[in-house]
């Protein structure tokens, strides 16, 4: 194996609940970059954290809240992350996100 | 969308089942944080792992354990993690906590 | 503390269905890790996502697919994830296998 290719890996913290025309945001930041044909994308649900605002998120029986911590990470090239960030900037209101070069290897099925 | 600021991702690899004065040290992480009022933190939990001793954690039904890994992820200014860097010295026996530099964007509700 | 080590974070992503043998390719991973005595591993499950392929993967109720995104994670000295390098190509056919250089701190039981 061998890691040629510079690439970057897209995190964004968000909430579960946090919505953007009635459809929970995270749903539609995979389906966009589905739709855009970037690499991949995989959804993580946290089970506590809290986020821009200090709100606590916890998916423990004291705290009913359903608002739990998500990060979305996106694997592509420069120019392809470049493509997502303007429908970033629509559907999220809170939240972080974070930009890191990485070396990259892929296995694809021949 | 545009990248200014350079942060710091630490993650903290640890036990579920690791406590400190009788209360998850995970839990006390993200307290913490909060109580530094560092920009956000959250905790993700493994399904599979080992650790500093090689003990295999896994939630399947072969293995009762509860001890699964747990992953907690900070992002703030390298002077703010530096903050909390005491505090894990305290209630971390095991374990370990990397360090990196990263872009960060910041959405905030107005 | 201080982050004395330069090391390697080593990311697969990976399917949770995917085989080698007959038996999950994300627990042999984990298993391998361990036999090359690697510092540690976790397995972290996605609820969503799409890799090299763009099959959707998810965890509701709609889709009653199971084969959801698998993130194993790995930190180790360069030399040592070079040892498991040639593993993954035997057993990975899709997925994509990231490296980055993150700064490591280790706490262990006395």
Redesign the interface.
């Known amino acids: ?1 061998h ?1 040629e290719e510079e ?1 970057v ?1 897209l995190r964004i ?1 968000l909430g579960e609940s946090d919505v953007y025309c009635g459809k929970p945001v ?2 539609q930041i ?1 389906r966009k ?2 739709e855009l ?1 970037l ?16 709100h ?1 998120r916890s998916a423990n029986v004291l705290s009913l809240s359903t608002d739990l ?1 998500i ?1 979305v ?1 996106i ?1 592509d090239s420069e120019a392809n992350i470049e493509k997502l ?2 429908f ?2 629509e559907v ?18 021949h």
């Open positions: 194996m890691f690439d890996l913290f995270y749903e995979i970059a589905r044909k690499s991949g994308a995989t959804v993580v649900r946290g089970e506590m954290g809290f986020g821009a605002h200090s606590m911590p990060v990470e694997v960030l303007p970033l900037d999220l209101k809170e939240g972080l996100v974070t930009k890191e070069s990485i070396h990259v290897y892929r296995y694809q099925k």
